[in-house]
T-cell receptor, first 114, second 110 residues
Framework: GAGVSQSPSNKVTEKGKDVELRCDPISGHTALYWYRQSLGQGLEFLIYFQGNSAPDKSGLPSDRFSAERTGGSVSTLTIQRTQQEDSAVYLC????????????FGDGTRLSIL | GQNIDQPTEMTATEGAIVQINCTYQTSGFNGLFWYQQHAGEAPTFLSYNVLDGLEEKGRFSSFLSRSKGYSYLLLKELQMKDSASYLCAVRDYGNTPLVFGKGTRLSVIA
């Protein structure tokens, strides 16, 4: 597709379960970002992949969160032993090289932890 | 530290002009972005400023003053469909992740 694709669009799970969120970036985009958006809050940076460089994990809130990007394309964000405070919309964005290149966002995954 | 400030909510009348302000304090500066986000949808890119001055794009314009750490988004000839949240975001350097403000929820009324 032409845009960033995320799946699932909605996920409801019980506290303590693991979840995997998927992001398929725009073809050819070298940079991929994960953000989290909670109600009434701004977008919170989680993790950033740029080409073949080691990812910037400085935004991950705890060691229960991890992400990988295979083949420089699709990325998976994994949350282990989910907690209620993990409930949020998880947004993925991608961009091409260049300082002035905007990030293009997917529609997000709305995660609800019961 | 990183800090982006913008008003939480604004209301304006259809057909009018509205200005949404954003002030920022960041460790570096390599561009300021404005995004529009309708409820339940993804943020969509509106504008980019890296040099001082005004960038105009149809009904939307964005202004930047780097010395003041200040930007505004100007929306002209407001339409009901412009009701959305407007997000101000700053990039520190390179192609790094954006630092976002909490967004300004704009309501356009008849």
């Amino acid at each position: 597709g032409a845009g960033v694709s995320q799946s699932p669009s909605n996920k409801v799970t019980e506290k303590g379960k693991d979840v995997e969120l998927r992001c398929d970036p725009i073809s050819g985009h070298t940079a991929l970002y994960w953000y989290r958006q909670s109600l009434g809050q701004g977008l919170e940076f989680l993790i950033y992949f740029q080409g073949n460089s080691a990812p910037d994990k400085s935004g991950l809130p705890s060691d229960r969160f991890s992400a990988e990007r295979t083949g420089g394309s699709v990325s998976t964000l994994t949350i282990q032993r989910t907690q209620q405070e993990d409930s949020a919309v998880y947004l993925c964005a991608s961009s091409s090289d260049g300082d002035n290149q905007p990030q293009h966002f997917g529609d997000g995954t709305r995660l609800s932890i019961l | 530290g990183q800090n982006i400030d913008q008003p939480t909510e604004m209301t304006a009348t259809e057909g009018a002009i509205v200005q949404i302000n954003c002030t920022y304090q960041t460790s570096g500066f390599n561009g300021l972005f404005w995004y529009q986000q309708h409820a339940g949808e993804a943020p969509t890119f509106l504008s980019y400023n890296v040099l001082d001055g005004l960038e105009e794009k149809g009904r939307f314009s964005s202004f930047l003053s780097r010395s003041k750490g200040y930007s505004y988004l100007l929306l002209k000839e407001l339409q009901m469909k412009d009701s959305a949240s407007y997000l101000c975001a700053v990039r520190d350097y390179g192609n790094t992740p954006l630092v976002f403000g909490k967004g300004t929820r704009l309501s356009v009324i008849a």
